[in-house]
């Protein structure tokens, strides 16, 4: 049984296909086109999956949409009816859009579905789950667990924000949820708009952003915005948010509370910047440690999975590990909405087909994430060649050797191996590499290779083995989900002078004997490496090791800012060529940049809009 789930409309739209309950394909649409959160229909994703699988779009037996638009017009109109007159401009210009896209959107979506080759019979074909039910079920299925508890969290579905299930065999039912327009998703949307950066993109910076200042707003925040109860239910108060109404996140009450207006994307950050992501950070994680600890106790469970948009704080995701609530969590890694398309289709296939669930006993059924577009040796070489790339053709072991060796030396190495990543992470396929020992990697990194903001950390790459010899940390976290602290041992204490350095001025102080992956707070979002998954980056490790005695490397996606992350050998060699990454490793082929034509040299700095 051949099952194609979808998401799109929204942001970030994916296609994965699944098989018999195997997941054979996903990607997301951006990787293809180019255009970073891609929402359009996602056409080139679904031929990259139907030709993973073999298949032709005739040969499926369900395609299944991430959400129910009837029910998210219902939110639309009662909302707006709920708050009127506010927002009648908002209201004016949203609705012609859904009624003529939105509402009719099973005929928009047979319409598409029809430019794959010959015509199905769609009516019966096509089928839509919730929104969080595909969360939860992106969460539950591919998890290593026979039963386990599931919170899924992210802005909104079609009514629901916060969803607790339950998971056993086949079997998920949802529990209870909390609606829109309470919201933690959201909440935290809020802040990124108010600190200047775009909302459904910039939150990761926005927690990358908190090491740096104190929580001195948290009492405000639950006094103000927010009510939590014991059990982490919450409510917000909407006297303070706009995107009810209006077309803006925050309202002038909101910024009255905080003491200055809203930062401009660009606009230097200041130390009250900084304590207010401190601040969010502080309140999310406390409403998600007593979400858990609740869920805990009412399920009984033993194991938690989560999935949303909310799921990818791995700042957050540490904590609930460190909590101890439950014994084991497992995170999907397209946590998001690209995940969305995923959980449709196991949706389809473990509930609406009623089919059972085989739980491997060697972990996951994700297959290390690696479920995206793949280029032979011969073809990679041909692409490179047309490119007017100069390369040369390495076996394994002097390959190996050789990127171990320029690491050592400090060079920034573009990786572009095998099966692309699934989800908003580079996990060792389309990856840069750096020497985590380096004290000036980090500052290299983001400034001359990514372009991006300096406070912005980097991940470290571990030998799953080793994992415990330099964080406090000893389980897997193959998908980059879970932050851990540093080991003791292998810090450097500031000296009283350098703890009194403004807030960004800390990253230029080595903090530990790994400082391009060690964040201000001695923290570092750990990847775990594993043989079976990746037996190709795990050997690079081990190489690295071999050479250096240590088996961590600092670990970012292939890309700059803006740009979605690499595809094809071509978007490796344009990246390489805009960028101060030294060398680039595609399959077999190692380039050096001094061995490339300057003429094709381009300003990549400004070739994509900020994110």
């Known amino acids: 049984m051949n099952i194609l789930g979808l998401s799109a409309y929204y942001h970030d739209s994916a296609a994965a296909l699944v098989r018999d309950g195997e997941i054979i394909a996903a990607v997301q649409e951006e990787r293809l086109t180019r255009k970073k959160h891609d929402s359009r229909f996602p056409h080139y994703a679904i031929e990259y999956c139907l030709k993973e699988a073999g298949i032709k779009c005739t040969e499926l037996d369900h395609v299944v949409f991430y959400d129910k638009p009837f029910l998210k017009f219902e939110r639309l109109v009662e909302t707006y009816t709920a708050f009127a007159p506010r927002g009648f401009n908002s209201f004016r210009v949203a609705l012609p859009i859904w009624l003529r896209e939105k509402l009719f959107q099973k005929d928009l979506l047979i319409k598409e579905l029809n430019r794959h080759g010959e015509r199905s019979d769609w009516s019966t074909k096509l089928l839509f789950t919730e929104h969080h039910q595909s969360h939860a079920a992106s969460a539950f299925y591919p998890s290593p667990f026979e039963r386990a508890a599931v919170l899924t969290m992210d802005g909104v579905g079609e009514w629901a924000t ?271 590499l750096g020497d985590a020992r380096s004290p000036g990697m980090q500052s290299l990194l983001n400034l001359k290779v990514k372009f991006r903001e300096s406070f912005r950390p980097f991940a470290p790459a571990v030998l799953r083995e080793d994992v415990s010899d330099y964080f406090e940390l000893d389980c897997d976290s193959p998908y980059m989900l879970l932050v851990a602290d540093v080991k003791a041992e292998r810090r450097r204490e500031m000296s009283d002078a350098e703890k009194r350095l403004f807030g960004i001025d800390k990253l230029n102080v080595p903090r530990s004997d790994i400082p391009a992956v060690t964040h201000v707070d001695h923290s570092a979002r750990v990847q775990t490496v594993h043989r079976e998954t990746n037996p190709r980056f795990h050997a690079l490790l081990t190489e690295f090791k071999k050479q250096t005695g240590f088996g961590v490397l600092v670990n970012t996606s292939f890309n700059v800012r803006g740009e979605p992350i690499v595809g094809t050998p071509e978007d490796a060699f344009r990246c390489f060529m805009g960028t101060d990454i030294d060398v680039l490793v595609c399959g077999d082929c190692y380039l050096r940049k001094e061995d490339q034509d300057p003429l094709l040299k381009r300003d990549y700095r400004s070739a994509f809009e900020p994110d």
């Open 162 to 432: 916060t969803s607790a299930a339950v998971g056993n065999g086949r079997d998920l039912t949802i529990l209870k949820e909390i609606h829109f327009p309470h919201s933690l998703g959201l909440f935290y949307s809020a802040f990124t708009y108010y600190l200047g950066f775009k909302v459904n993109s910039g939150e990761y910076k926005v927690m990358g952003l908190a090491p740096y200042g104190e929580p001195r707003y948290t009492q405000t925040i639950f006094d103000h915005l927010i009510d939590v109860k014991a059990d982490g239910s919450f409510r917000l108060n909407m006297n303070y948010f706009n995107y009810c109404t209006g077309l803006t996140m925050t309202n002038n009450r909101f910024h009255v509370l905080f003491g200055e207006p809203r930062r401009q994307p660009e606009q230097l950050l200041t130390q009250n910047h900084f304590d207010i992501a401190a601040s969010l950070q502080a309140v999310t994680e406390e409403i998600i440690v007593r979400l858990t600890r609740s869920l805990a106790k009412e399920t009984g469970e033993e194991n938690l999975c989560l999935a949303g948009g909310v799921a990818l704080n791995c700042v957050a995701n540490g904590k609930l590990l460190r909590d101890g609530a439950f014994k084991k969590i497992w995170i999907q890694p397209a946590a998001g909405d690209a995940g969305g398309a995923l959980g449709a289709a196991l949706a389809a296939y473990h509930l609406h087909c009623e089919k059972p669930r085989k739980v491997s006993g060697r972990g996951d059924s994700m297959r290390g994430a690696y479920l995206g577009p793949e280029f032979k040796q011969t073809e990679i070489e041909s692409r490179l060649t047309f490119a007017q790339a100069v390369f040369e053709v390495r076996n394994e072991r002097d390959l190996l050797t050789q990127i171990a060796t320029d690491l050592d030396e400090g060079k920034a190495i573009g990786w572009f191996q095998e099966r692309m990543e699934f989800g908003p992470r580079a996990l060792g396929n389309r990856s840069i």
